[in-house]
């Protein structure tokens, strides 16, 4: 009877996990405020430490690592703030708890339920297919849709999220060539209503490189995307999506001040400390479309806000992981860090949700081939 108890305890936290993962693309508040799924994730948290069934730190060598980052953050968020008397500065330090949060409890999640990674791969799934399920309801009179985010780049950086997961954990299970189709097919909608080029080129590269083995495959995936140019060329969204993506290089935001990479050699003494994210009413000598906004760059903006150092701890994290298991822990991330060249996302949820769960399945393989060589 307890052990039966016990099982329904951990379920519960996988089940609010999946919960979260679908929630996560509903936006009822403004950007920067705490949305409806993160109150799932503060209950999931709450939950997991109330109940701390085998609650420990299973990766010591990325902890560390993430502990330091989140030091620097704090450090250089910290100074800022009082420099300027801007309270907002220190905002990124509770994104980053948060994260951070969500990347911990995922990994004691899988660790703690053999069937985590098959529940979170149908969460994702859900997630998907509930959006597209919706699109009477969110689809709204502008070219580029936002759905239920706040913001088409939202909803291009989640389609491309969301395509990696679901390849990534594919891969560890029997899934079946007809979902494979379908779901491809609902991510490449997303991307496309979002209008977002780095976030479509980024899906497409990702079933290419995930089909590399399979020509066939790649040569009807290809087919399908020059059919649907020529056959349905004469639907406005799948015109738009042309256009936009006819339009790379020249538009206003496909340059480096586009950007707001300027920055970087305009204001050079910001970069050894770090300038922290916000407050950029600080660089006032800046011309382009974001000089009153962040860099529209992950690495962009770690190496401008945090650092050398604060970039360094970054890429060492993934180094750690991919290490051992090389280029299958490399591929989910390549169109992520594709995207990311433009885009920031760096406090997206979902993005350390992917690394946690790559995280987590390098060291159920190192744990199961230490227990196959104590076997033999």
């Keep these: 009877m307890n052990s039966k108890i016990l099982e329904k305890k951990s379920n519960v936290p996988l089940i609010l996990l ?25 209950i999931l948290a709450l939950n997991v430490l109330i109940h701390p069934v085998g609650l420990r730190i299973v990766n010591i060598d990325i902890s560390i690592l993430l502990l330091l980052l989140l030091v620097i953050i704090s450090l250089v968020s910290g100074v800022w703030a ?23 409890i995922v990994l004691h999640i899988i ?21 597209i399920l ?42 079946s060539f007809i979902l494979k189709v379908f779901f491809a097919a609902f991510v490449l909608i997303a991307a496309g209503l979002s209008l977002s080029k780095a976030a479509i080129i980024s899906i497409v590269l990702l079933y290419l490189i995930y089909n590399s083995r399979n020509p ?8 399908s995307l020059i059919g649907l140019v020529i056959f349905a060329s004469e639907v406005e969204q799948v015109s738009n999506v042309i256009d936009r993506i006819a339009s790379i290089g020249s538009s206003n935001d496909d340059n480096i001040e586009g950007r707001g990479f300027e920055r970087l050699w305009k204001y050079p003494d910001y970069i050894w400390f770090g300038n922290a994210e916000g407050g950029y009413y600080r660089f006032e000598n800046l011309i382009g479309i974001m000089k009153d ?21 970054f890429m060492l994290i993934f180094l750690r992981n991919i290490q051992k298991r090389g280029l299958e ?46 076997d033999e």
């Design 18 to 42: 999946g919960i979260y993962i679908i929630l996560k693309p509903f936006y009822f508040f403004p950007s920067g405020n705490p949305q409806i799924a993160d109150l799932v994730l503060v």
């Design 82 to 104: 009082i420099l300027l008397s801007d309270q907002s500065i220190i905002m990124p330090i509770l994104f980053f708890l948060l994260n951070l949060m969500l990347f911990m």
């Design 111 to 131: 660790e703690n339920n053999e069937n985590a990674l098959q529940f979170i791969f149908w969460s994702v799934t859900i997630a998907v297919l509930l959006q």
């Design 134 to 175: 919706l699109l009477p309801i969110s689809f709204a009179e502008f070219k580029r849709q936002e759905l239920f985010f706040n913001n088409p780049n939202q909803l291009g950086y989640w389609s491309v999220l969301s395509a990696a997961m679901f390849l990534y954990l594919s891969q560890k299970m029997q899934i």
């Design 216 to 223: 066939i495959v790649i040569v009807l995936f290809i087919a």
């Design 293 to 313: 906004s962040e860099i529209h760059s992950t690495l962009g903006m770690l190496f401008f806000s945090y650092g050398p150092l604060g970039i360094s701890i």
């Design 329 to 374: 822990t490399a591929i989910p991330f390549i169109p992520v860090f594709a995207y990311s060249m433009t885009h920031q996302g760096f406090r997206f949820s979902l993005f350390w949700l992917l690394l946690a769960l790559v995280t987590a399945t390098n060291l159920l393989t190192k744990q199961k081939d230490m227990q196959e060589g104590r």
